[in-house]
């Protein structure tokens, strides 16, 4: 593979782990507990995670 689509196939892994993180501390960050509604949607969010890593990393 083009060592540029690597790094940048790294380079999104990265972010979208970062994103889910940055999802749960802002869950907390209103009111300093996750919701039930909250943990629903953090879920969801999860789910979309994995699938979206799990593709990527086919890629490499």
């Known amino acids: ?3 540029f689509m690597h ?3 790294e380079n999104m892994l990265i972010m979208v782990q970062s994103f889910y993180k940055s999802c749960e501390m802002a869950a907390a960050a209103d009111d300093g507990s996750v919701s ?3 943990a629903k949607q953090l879920k969801k ?3 979309a995670v994995e699938q979206f890593t799990k593709e990527l990393k086919s890629i490499k």
């Open 36 to 38: 039930r509604e909250e």
């Open 1 to 3: 593979m083009n060592s």
């Open 45 to 47: 969010i999860h789910k």
């Open 7 to 9: 790094s940048q196939i």
